[in-house]
């Protein structure tokens, strides 16, 4: 691997400065710490396995806590060979050898992973009436919450041989079966009419990309190719769709959920009240979908939208933005927040922590991970230049600034952001950034920009919760009716594609079988959690702007981690995220946007 502490014109390290896990990708290092990280592992799987005074003495269980705590925290299943070795993988996914040295180390952490299991499962069959004992033991303070997550899943836990059982179907009952489809639409090509009037050949990746162009005749012969190949596998999707349908009402029989979405509430850590306030509240307001979507349609001259016209460009979006330039406006929004910000910020510049260039064989899009508590976040970017570029590199550091303020309060078993508050921090700076935008713009460049960011949001929110109630319906239909056809699958989901979309937009011929690639839906109730990150954002927002000072209480939001449920931290702060009047707040903020769009482009006389 070449020395990564590469800088540009623009100032700071632009691509990761890995060696602050290993020097290069032969480093000795990296077979002595797999060693030890089986020799830790193995250490207190071999010292605990066999016990059981630590599930009776709440000063035993501090122990093995702090150990298991202390293993989290510096080793885990892979320690930092699992982690260097995925993030090579990410900057050169067309080398076999990192894809095969990754693959092993992972193989090697699946089975640590599987006989560590037993603590987890040991801590949840604690007798009820012993755990009260447990939660209020001073010495377990530190640790509360997390027995809580462990005491709420008991209930549903099956014995560990079973336990095991349910990892090993899992595959065969589920991942391989979405797997099959990804890769048959991953396959796919066709001839499409591209941006400068040529035709070409592309993939359905690509194809996506030209559904969003501001050219009619693009999209137009874009969305033809997509429904053709959506269509062509609706077969194979309806079979998988319903195998693992099936597997999901076995495991929640198994487990004896009472509903679909309850074991995902309990995986992120949020009361089922709250998803559904969080639901009602939205899809009570799909009128202000529906709304934006009239607006869009008179301001493309058009009576109604097709279905695949709904996110498509409107107007112009002049500009450059290299990355120092790009820095220096997210600095800038950055410095009227916090200070703290500005700092964590320059950390990641100036310690490599970002790499920003698209380059053959990296990985596309844009993300930020972190691994163990011990080691650093890296963000990864693709920046070329235009506006999305700014809002990405602002929506990656809001995650990393989440991540280092709960890293310096909180323990390994504490650190992480439940899925139902993951992208607050990340859309509270994105938006930030793109109201500092909006103001230094013209009026054509504004109404562009303030329709780009209607366009996410009501993408974000109203379509996610479409998602969600399609997916809940879908559910208990397969339950009443034992199978799904593909007609029946595509009517439930227009059905609730329609609620959101309103009468401007049309659901064109094809548009029935656009379910057949949406991946969430395999995952389970997993988009609610966008709309709720989102719009927790906006409430936030609200009150910053309100008040400067709120601020405070916004980084005691984001340093919370999975010290307590998001309920109670919010609660903490005098808010109650079960009350529909919280997300209504924040669907106040889209509204106000809608509004004020409506305005400028009746001032412009575009409408």
């Known amino acids: 691997m070449k020395n990564k502490n590469k800088k540009k014109k623009d100032g700071g390290k632009t691509e990761w400065e890995l060696s602050r896990l290993f020097k290069n990708d032969r480093d000795p ?16 799987i071999n010292k605990w396995k066999d016990r059981s005074d630590y599930l009776r003495d709440p000063a035993v269980l501090k122990t093995a806590l702090d150990e298991y705590e202390a293993w989290k925290r510096n080793y885990g299943t892979d320690g930092s060979p699992g982690y260097y070795f995925w993030l090579r993988t990410q900057q ?8 095969a040295r990754f693959n092993m180390i992972e193989e090697s952490g699946r089975k640590i992973e599987n006989d560590i299991q037993f603590f987890y499962l040991k801590l949840a069959a604690i007798p009820a ?39 090993l179907k899992s595959t065969t009952s589920s991942s391989n079966w979405i797997r099959m489809t990804s890769a048959f639409l991953a396959k796919e090509e066709r001839e499409v009419l591209l ?18 162009s501001r050219h009619k005749e693009v999209r137009d012969s874009a969305a033809e190719a997509f429904n053709e190949i959506m269509e062509r596998h609706s077969d194979v999707a309806e079979a998988e769709l319903n195998s693992i349908l099936a597997n999901k009402k ?31 509240s939205v899809s009570g307001r799909f009128g202000i979908a529906n709304r934006f979507y009239r607006l869009k349609a008179r301001l493309m001259n058009m009576k109604r939208l097709s279905y695949h016209d709904r996110n498509a460009e409107y107007g112009e979006i002049p500009g450059e933005y290299g990355y120092h330039e790009a820095c220096a406006l997210v600095l800038r929004v950055f410095k009227k927040l916090d200070p703290q910000f500005v700092e964590i910020f320059g950390d990641f510049i100036e310690k490599g922590l970002i790499d920003v260039y698209p380059r053959k064989g990296k990985s596309g899009g844009a993300f930020c991970i972190h691994h163990l508590e011990s080691q650093p976040t890296y963000i990864m970017l693709n920046h070329t230049g235009k506006l999305h570029d700014v809002l990405t590199l602002a929506h990656e550091l809001g995650h990393g600034i989440n991540n280092e303020l709960v890293r310096e309060r909180h323990n390994a078993l504490n650190f992480g952001t439940p899925t139902s508050t993951a992208e607050a921090a990340s859309t509270f700076m994105e938006d930030f950034v793109l109201q500092e935008l909006a103001e230094r713009s013209g009026d054509e460049q504004k109404l562009a920009i303030m329709v780009m960011k209607l366009n996410d949001d009501v993408s974000t929110i109203f379509r996610q919760v479409a998602c969600y109630m399609f997916e809940q319906e879908l559910h208990r239909e397969f339950r009443q009716k034992g199978y799904l056809s593909k007609t029946e699958i595509g009517k439930i989901f227009g059905k609730h594609m329609s609620a959101y979309m309103g009468k ?35 409430s936030l927002q609200n009150a910053v702007k309100k008040d400067p000072a709120f601020i405070a209480q916004v980084k005691e939001f984001l340093s919370s981690g999975l010290s307590a449920s998001p309920r109670n931290i919010f609660l903490k702060l005098g808010i109650d995220i079960a009350d529909e009047g919280f997300w209504n707040k924040g669907l106040d903020e889209v509204e106000a946007l809608l509004l004020e769009t409506e305005k400028l482009a009746k001032r412009l006389g575009k409408i």
Do not use: C
């Not at 755990?131 to 303070?141: N, V």
């Open 29 to 44: 290092e990296i077979d002595r710490l797999l060693k030890e990280v089986e020799k830790k592992s193995y250490g207190f």
């Open 92 to 99: 050169d996914q067309n080398d076999p050898a990192l894809r």
């Open 129 to 167: 009436a012993r755990q009260k004992r447990f939660l209020e033991y001073k010495g377990l303070s530190g640790y509360r919450h997390f027995l809580e997550r462990v005491f709420a899943e008991a209930r549903f836990l099956l014995s560990e041989p079973e336990e095991r059982i349910m990892n």
């Open 195 to 212: 941006e400068d009037g040529s035709r070409a050949v592309r993939t359905l990746a690509g194809i996506s990309g030209l559904i969003n």
């Open 250 to 280: 076995i495991d929640d029989e198994l487990r004896k959920f009472n509903r679909p979405d309850e074991s995902r509430h309990l995986a992120d850590d949020i009361e089922t009240e709250v998803v559904d306030s969080l639901i009602r």
């Open 504 to 538: 401007y937009i049309e659901q064109s011929k094809g548009s029935e079988y656009w379910w057949v690639y949406w991946s969430h839906i395999r995952y389970f109730f997993y988009v609610y959690s966008y709309a709720s990150g989102l719009l927790i954002s906006k």
